[in-house]
């Protein structure tokens, strides 16, 4: 027989599941939020360890990236070869997360982010505002943090992955994908180009500015030095040597302590104790001390003590008193003034030398240099470079001692006949080189004349000297034209010109041409004859002008040819 159940259980029952049923789902979802928020914190501090090894490889290669960015030198760490890419911004080629992790020799770190991020993308770049450039450093991930099953980036996750980087870390917003955004010092945004284009990546970047200023020495002097400044790089030179790097540009450098180089160059230097080289060190002779070695000049206003003083010069700016000590085995002596009562020596040698009288006891005197040519003063003799005597003469010899004076040859007075016949040959040779042979063509169309508006009832052409021979081309023939040659006027004539036509050709020998004269004589009206200067064209015989036009002249008018004759043609 079946009990009766009472109704309060089965409601306390139900509460119960549901109440269960609750708890249950918030613990799961709170399990799953925990384990993003782990996942995207294990992003975030991965991110941020290839950040600082990507700093420590900027500041610890500063200089070979320099000369990379600035003369595009590669270098080489290892068997890893970095080389320069881009122009806007140049950034340093090779730089993957193995590579970087290998320079770096950074242990325990993946070279890969955790699942579904993509790679790391490392950028190291120079970054120029006003010529001023500054390299620094940018690492992002390639995808975003996604949200459970959906492409689409996480950015509450992004956010946890930025607080784990810290102050450097960056993410690029859904509606700016080409940015990403960071927080400056002074609370500020500061914006950096986003290669990937893409929203919800993370990225931390680096540089000088974002360094701390309790590791990394302060660029502004605000802190001092807590130890010592090396900058011996025992890892940067091949095969484990170790570089030296200098220090460059600095102005004064202040201390109390001891500069210890092995060599000192410096453009000049002040020293306002003593200067002590004195030690236990031998020279090349073996004494003790060390050497001036290369000076020029030593100013001072004390004494000089020395032990022996071994110089090629000596230079003594008031008398050199030898307390009656003799000059033995010098080789020069260099002074203003040597008074003496006998100087006896093998060779002398001054830039002046006065003297009542030179004599010289083997008979030859020898002039070390030659004289070619120009102004002189005084009454010098010296030879030119073929050895033969000159001397200082007046310019005008008929100056009367005023004027100006050059160097001449001292030979005397010759004539033609005491001239040689080769040398005379040579000097008319030289007269005549600049001559030689011209046609001179003047054109007998009466075009160029003023004077053809006139009505002239002839016209009369006079070719002055130093015409040799004249010729009328064919169409002046044919115009009845008449080429003769008056003694009387010692010139060449053309006369009866029908009409104006063709040409006349003269030759003449020399270093020029002739004129022509061109006469129109009005003998139907007042028998007056006007006249006009023609100037020709000239042909010198070297020209292809002249070869073609005496060669078509010549052979076309036999017979036209007049060499001055008696009125002939």
Request: hydrophobic content about 35%; overall charge positive; some cysteine.
């Amino acid at each position: 027989m079946r009990r009766k159940q009472s109704g309060i259980f089965l409601i306390s029952a139900g509460i119960a599941v549901a109440v269960t049923g609750m708890l249950i789902t918030f613990w799961g979802v709170n399990y799953t939020r925990q384990l993003r928020a782990e996942r995207a914190e294990r992003i975030g501090e991965s991110l941020k360890i290839m950040g600082d090894a990507t700093q420590s490889f900027a500041v610890a290669y500063h200089d070979r990236l320099n000369k990379l960015f600035e003369k595009n030198e590669p270098f080489v760490i290892g068997d890893v070869q970095f080389t320069r890419e881009g122009t806007a911004p140049r950034v340093v080629g090779n730089l993957t997360a193995e590579n970087l992790l290998k320079v770096m020799n950074v242990r325990g770190v993946a070279s890969r982010p955790p699942n579904g991020m993509g790679e790391y993308a490392i950028q190291v770049y120079e970054d120029c505002v006003n010529n001023q450039c500054d390299i620094k450093t940018l690492v992002y991930l390639t995808q975003p943090i996604k949200r459970a099953y959906s492409e689409a980036p996480d950015f509450d996750a992004a956010a946890t992955a930025m607080r784990k980087i810290g102050a450097l870390g960056g993410m690029s917003r859904q509606d700016a994908p080409g940015q990403f955004h960071f927080l400056d010092n002074n609370g500020s945004e500061r914006l950096v180009a986003n290669p990937a284009a893409q929203p919800g990546l993370i990225a931390v970047r680096g540089g000088h500015q974002t360094s701390a200023m309790d590791t990394l020495l302060s660029l502004d002097g605000r802190k001092s030095m807590t130890g010592n400044l090396n900058l011996e790089d025992r890892n940067g030179g091949a095969n484990g040597a170790a570089t030296r790097h200098n220090i460059v540009g600095a102005g004064n450098i202040e201390g109390s302590g001891a500069l210890a180089m092995n060599s000192l160059a410096v453009n000049s230097a002040r020293i306002a104790g003593t200067l002590d080289l004195s030690s236990n060190k031998k020279d090349d002779d073996q004494k003790t001390g060390s050497s001036i070695i290369g000076a020029r000049d030593i100013t001072g206003s004390g004494t000089l003590s020395m032990g022996g003083v071994n110089a090629d010069r000596v230079k003594v700016g008031t008398t050199l008193s030898l307390n009656a000590n003799d000059i033995t085995g010098a080789r020069n002596v260099d002074a203003k003034s040597v008074d003496a009562t006998n100087v006896e020596a093998t060779r002398v040698k001054a830039e002046r030398v006065e003297s009542a009288a030179l004599k010289s006891t083997d008979g030859v005197v020898e002039l070390g240099t030659s004289i070619s040519g120009g102004s002189c003063t005084g009454m010098g003799i010296g030879v030119d470079a073929q050895g033969r005597v000159m001397s200082c003469q007046q310019e005008d010899p008929k100056g009367n001692g005023r004027g100006a004076r050059v160097w001449k040859l001292s030979s005397p007075t010759v004539t033609r006949d005491n001239v040689p016949d080769n040398v005379v040959d040579k000097i008319t040779s030289e007269v005549q080189r600049n001559s030689s042979w011209w046609m001179s063509r003047f054109d007998l169309r009466w075009g160029k004349s003023k004077l053809l508006h006139r009505g002239a009832a002839s016209v009369l052409y006079e070719v002055g000297s130093p015409a040799t021979a004249c010729v009328l081309d064919a169409e002046a023939i044919s115009a009845g034209g008449i080429l003769e040659y008056n003694h009387r006027l010692d010139r060449f004539v053309v006369r009866a010109m029908g009409r104006p036509a063709g040409a006349l050709y003269c030759f003449s020998y020399g270093s020029g041409s002739v004129g022509m004269r061109t006469t129109f004589w009005d003998w139907g009206k007042n028998n007056v004859g006007h006249g006009i200067m023609e100037n020709p064209t000239w042909y010198r015989d070297n020209t292809p002008e002249f070869r073609n036009l005496f060669k078509t002249t010549m052979t076309q008018n036999i017979g036209a040819l007049n060499e001055g004759g008696n009125w002939h043609h």
